[in-house]
């Protein structure tokens, strides 16, 4: 698969940190793009981002990435975690930033986008963005871990979510706990 992650200044560093150590990069081509403001929230919430070797790092400041152009082919894009910000920007296609562009490629090009969101409470502006990327295409998959798997460690309750995101990108993942399959 031809995957495109994307980090912005939400909280929730650790769902992308757990998502990209999930992904073969060997096996998978995957390009990472940082806005600028995901670095400064990855660092206060991880210290340093670990990235596999294989993935492909960018800023969100380039158009000479492939995935800016519809005519590059790829399966999906994930913005994780999503600021309200990057969603609303994402929902009104002003297209200026590498992120920006490549979210309004996905969906002209009708491929996968999947937002994962993470604010509360939400405002009225917000979920308009959020119903406006929905009624575009998108995938809005909030960042809202559950708990009845029994997760006895952050890593497992954010791996909730990483499952589900997992699950949407249509990627194997044998570790998900699953209601009444898990034989628990
Ligand atoms: C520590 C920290 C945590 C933040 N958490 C969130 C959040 O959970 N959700 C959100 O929408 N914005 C959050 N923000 C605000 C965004 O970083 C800010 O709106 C920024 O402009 C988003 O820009 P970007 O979408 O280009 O990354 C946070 C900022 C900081 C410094």
Not at 99 to 111: G, H, P, Q
Not at 134 to 150: D, H, K, N, R, T
Request: aromatic share 6%; proline share 4%.
């Amino acid at each position: 698969m031809k995957i495109v992650l994307a980090a912005t200044g939400a909280s929730g560093a650790i769902y992308l940190q757990r998502l990209l150590s999930r992904i073969d990069a060997k096996e998978h081509e995957v390009h990472l793009v940082f806005s600028g403001y995901a670095k400064q929230v990855i660092r206060e919430e991880l210290g340093d981002l670990d990235v596999p070797e294989g993935v492909k790092e960018h800023g969100d400041k380039t158009m000479n990435v492939p995935f800016v152009s519809g005519s590059a082919r790829f399966d999906v894009m994930v913005v994780v975690p999503c600021s309200m910000g990057t969603l609303g920007r994402i929902a009104s296609g002003t297209s200026d930033s590498t992120i920006l562009r490549a979210a309004d490629v996905f969906l002209k090009e009708r491929r996968k986008l999947i937002l994962v969101p993470r604010e509360t409470p939400w405002n009225l502006i917000h979920a308009r963005n959020v119903v406006a990327v929905m009624e575009a295409g998108a995938i809005v998959l909030p960042a809202s871990p559950s708990f009845y798997a029994g997760s006895n460690t952050i890593e497992a309750l954010a791996d909730t979510v990483v499952d589900r995101i997992l699950d949407q990108i249509g990627l194997p993942n044998l570790s998900a706990f699953r209601w009444k399959e898990s034989g628990e």
